[in-house]
């Protein structure tokens, strides 16, 4: 170990070596991952292995993108919401309702349900500045609630209890027709969670995002390096809520309806049953997550319709006593194993 | 010639009935050494604490340089110069000390809400923190992570992240606690390194470092000032000791 060898502060002499080592160590943290490649490869080659599938392909990655919006709030700022369905049924509502009143353009939906979302994301913010974990849970669920609520009751708007349906997405910018088989929808989905998983990769590694973790590590230290916690958890948090209103908006537009089942408290809970598969704290979580839940969920409610939901729960009850770290980290035993040669250590 | 850069007004703190800090009046001067000493449960931690703006004070204000910080939060009492370690160190285990100190330097400079750019294509910041690292003798683990280091350098780690937000004053809270023997030297020679224009109120048990350290030692008992004075005032003070032998007895 090295003594010190000069005043703390004066002119740094560091060694070439330490700073070309600390650049690339800095580089490392946002290296394009191995399952990262896989995920998105395995993505289109399924679009074209599974031509049959392509409706749980698209229930995937609109959960997907859900659940990594979650991730963005609970696994870096450490925010546990029980309500994050708020967000992904107001925006499946506005997507539905624009396309039947105003316009039924997809993107143009898609972009004013994820505003929107955001709005109620920044406005809700504020609630959940203040509190424990359980005073979160509690607040969030009961916005989750209320807004389950506020759409059932206007049903002049909503359609209440049947859903809003009568209306269908047009060519996605005028170019992509909807087919019968959910093949452009598919695509469609698939394209906005790469780009929202693109987006909020680059947010991960950002300044903002390693404070988001900060604060979720030691918010009082956080605070002692002059991290702003709570404006940092707004943004984040209304980040994630357009998110969510987008992954709501790809369900109304690829299934042509809006049932009142979008804000029911189960959405909440399965997008936090699904970062608890695939892990916290790296986005891709969501994503893996997804593809298991949908895939075990489907599988099960096969061959035992009638008490899937047990295996379900059963699943859960696995997984923590497991342990949640072990969990949070499985996928992290593979990309060191491919990431060797880049040293640094 | 003194400037007085950190000051308590008639500070007071409790907890239910018990008074931590009591009727605390403090003047720091610029570029002072100053030590903080008294017996476990004197509250000296609970002063830190008012100072920083982890807790609130019951009554009383907090100023630094001649202005009112005791509503202002932590963060913002950082940006205006003022910082502190832990006793018990506060670190962000999943971090490495690289990406620790990177992010107190991105905060610094105030790019810490860039939302997109990644933090890696700050290549002043990254030197900047491999140099901080270098100083304090961290280089050669600045990319295992935080929870495994051994704790002599958890404890170099805790200083140098105060370090990173360039403080005006310095507030450390027994920077030496807990550290090997063998590990010791470091933590002191950087204590004693610390550049001179950087005020520093410094909590400490160990009566060696003090006398060798600070330049005017405030003594707390019982959550008030018991005395204060110069180095040579306080180590000859008969009472000073009593209230130490005592504690000891």
Redesign the interface.
């Known amino acids: 170990m090295s003594l010190v060898q000069e005043p703390a502060m004066t002119a740094p002499s560091t060694s070439p070596e330490t700073t070309s080592r600390a650049a690339a160590l800095m580089k490392r943290r946002s290296r394009i991952r191995f399952y990262e490649i896989i995920v998105w490869v395995a993505a289109i080659a399924a679009y074209f292995l599974l031509p049959t599938k392509m409706l749980i392909l698209t229930e995937i990655a609109i959960l997907a993108l859900f659940a990594v919006s979650l991730d963005l709030v609970l696994g870096f700022a450490g925010i546990v919401s029980l309500g994050h369905t708020a967000f992904f049924g107001l925006g499946a509502y506005v997507a539905g309702l624009l396309a039947l009143h105003y316009v039924a353009e997809p993107v143009t939906g898609l972009i004013v349900a994820g505003v929107i979302s955001g709005v109620l994301g920044l406005l809700t913010s504020f609630l959940i500045l203040r509190g424990s974990d359980l005073t979160r849970l509690m607040t969030t669920l009961g916005i989750g609630l209320m807004m389950a609520e506020v759409a059932n009751q206007m049903a002049w708007l909503t359609g209440g209890a049947d859903g809003l349906s009568g209306f269908s997405p047009t060519a996605i910018l005028g170019l992509f027709e909807f087919d019968l088989f959910g093949q452009t929808g598919y695509l469609y989905c698939l394209a906005v969670l790469f780009v929202g998983t693109m987006i909020m990769r680059a947010i991960a590694f950002s300044p903002f995002g390693l404070s988001l973790k900060a604060i979720k590590g030691n918010p009082m230290r956080a605070g002692m390096i002059a991290v702003p916690a709570r404006k940092r958890i707004v943004i984040a948090y209304t980040i994630a809520a357009v998110f969510a209103g987008m992954a709501g908006a790809l369900l109304a537009q690829t299934t042509s309806f809006v049932s009142p089942d979008v804000l029911a408290f189960h959405r909440s809970a399965d997008v936090l049953l699904v970062l608890v598969i695939g892990g916290t704290g790296y986005l891709y979580g969501g994503i893996f997550g997804a593809v298991f839940f949908t895939l075990i969920k489907d599988w099960l409610s096969v061959i035992t319709p009638q008490y899937w939901m047990f295996y379900i729960g059963l699943l859960l009850v696995i997984l923590v006593l497991i342990g949640r770290d072990r969990l949070a980290r499985w996928v992290e035993y593979l990309p060191e194993r491919f990431s060797k040669k880049e040293g640094g250590q | 010639m003194s400037e007085i850069v950190l000051e308590t007004r008639n500070l007071k703190r409790r907890f239910g009935a018990f008074l931590a800090t009591n009727d605390v009046s403090l003047k720091v001067e610029r570029g002072a050494r100053h030590a903080l000493i008294g017996p476990n449960g004197a509250g000296k931690t609970t002063l830190i604490n008012l100072l ?3 807790l609130p004070p019951s009554e009383g204000q907090v100023l630094l340089e001649g202005e009112d910080i005791t509503s202002l ?3 913002k009492r ?2 205006r110069g003022l ?2 370690t ?1 006793q018990i160190n ?7 000390p ?2 620790t100190v ?3 330097i ?3 400079e105030g ?10 294509s ?2 002043k910041i ?12 961290l ?2 683990v ?3 992570r935080t929870t495994i280091l051994p704790y002599g350098k958890q404890r170099l780690l805790e200083i140098a ?5 360039k403080p005006r004053v310095l507030l450390l809270d027994e920077p030496a606690a807990g550290v090997p023997e063998d590990e010791r030297h ?1 933590v002191l ?2 204590v004693s ?3 001179a224009d ?1 005020t520093v109120l410094l909590i400490e048990h160990d009566m060696d470092l003090v006398f060798s350290f600070a330049d005017r030692i405030s003594v707390l008992v019982a959550g008030a000032v018991f005395t204060e004075g110069t180095v040579a005032e306080i180590s000859s003070d008969p009472r000073v000791k009593a209230v130490y032998l005592g504690e000891n007895a």
């Open positions: 920083t703006g982890v939060a932590s963060f950082v940006k910082t502190r832990f506060q670190l962000f285990n999943e971090f490495t690289l990406e990177a992010l107190a991105a905060e610094r790019v810490g809400h860039n939302l997109f750019k990644s933090i890696s700050y290549s990254t030197d900047e923190a491999a140099s901080l690292l270098a100083q304090f003798g280089a050669s600045m990319g295992e992240l105060a370090f990173a937000s470091e020679q950087i390194d610390l550049p950087v």
